[in-house]
Antibody
Framework: EVQLVESGGVVVQPGGSLRLSCAASGFTFDDYTMHWVRQAPGKGLEWVSLISWDGGSTYYADSVKGRFTISRDNSKNSLYLQMNSLRTEDTALYYC????????????????WGQGTLVTVSS | EIVMTQSPATLSVSPGERATLSCRASQSVSSNLAWYQQKPGQAPRLLIYGASTRATGIPARFSGSGSGTEFTLTISSLQSEDFAVYYC????????FGQGTRLEIK
């Protein structure tokens, strides 16, 4: 059974930093692209970032580019999101998500999601 | 940036009836389109990928169609558990989600 368990969400002040973690199990972690997707309270889904299976390629939404860094440790089956220069608009539930690998392109549909970790940016 | 627009924002349908949800892309995404269902307090669930392929375990009453810029999710006979928010997502370029359609009981 695929499991994705996020951690690290807390209340942080604007301008602060935070590192989210995601522990993956139930699949061959280093075979798959991984994503972070967020959802502000009462709002829709916003894709944040993705990282290729080997960590060699990373991509970011314009809203977080230059502030957030995605990384992975395949030896630990873990995904990370380093979040710097946080803004109030970064307040959201952050989901760790597994790419389905349904084709040969850099990303396909997301087939598994964690339950999310809540980040609140507030003074 | 590819913008995904879903319509309507809210759809009211009676149980047992058919529901049709639309998603439009601002430029062609080929068949690189997925649909997700999200219930309150839960993570999204993948329903459809490749515009028309049902994900594992998804009932046959869910079907997807379209290519290019116009896509449709059809639920043939609504069950009580189908009332939720539905999102489309393109992955032809960097992933982008639509704003969602809330499917509510009429």
């Amino acid at each position: 059974e695929v499991q994705l368990v996020e951690s690290g969400g807390v209340v942080v002040q604007p301008g602060g930093s935070l590192r989210l973690s995601c522990a993956a199990s139930g699949f061959t972690f280093d075979d798959y692209t991984m994503h972070w997707v967020r959802q502000a309270p009462g709002k829709g889904l916003e894709w944040v970032s993705l990282i290729s299976w080997d960590g060699g390629s990373t991509y970011y939404a314009d809203s977080v580019k230059g502030r957030f860094t995605i990384s992975r440790d395949n030896s630990k089956n873990s995904l990370y999101l380093q979040m710097n220069s946080l803004r109030t608009e970064d307040t959201a539930l952050y989901y760790c998500a597994k790419d389905g690998g349904f084709g040969d392109s850099k990303t396909t549909a997301i087939d598994y999601w964690g339950q999310g970790t809540l980040v609140t940016v507030s003074s | 940036e590819i913008v995904m627009t879903q319509s309507p924002a809210t759809l009211s349908v009676s149980p047992g009836e058919r529901a049709t949800l639309s998603c439009r892309a601002s430029q062609s995404v080929s068949s690189n389109l997925a649909w997700y269902q999200q219930k309150p307090g839960q993570a999204p669930r993948l329903l459809i990928y490749g515009a028309s392929t049902r994900a594992t375990g998804i009932p046959a009453r869910f079907s997807g169609s379209g290519s290019g810029t116009e896509f449709t999710l059809t639920i043939s006979s609504l069950q009580s558990e189908d009332f939720a928010v539905y999102y489309c997502q393109q992955y032809n370029n960097w992933p982008h989600f639509g704003q969602g359609t809330r499917l509510e009981i009429k």
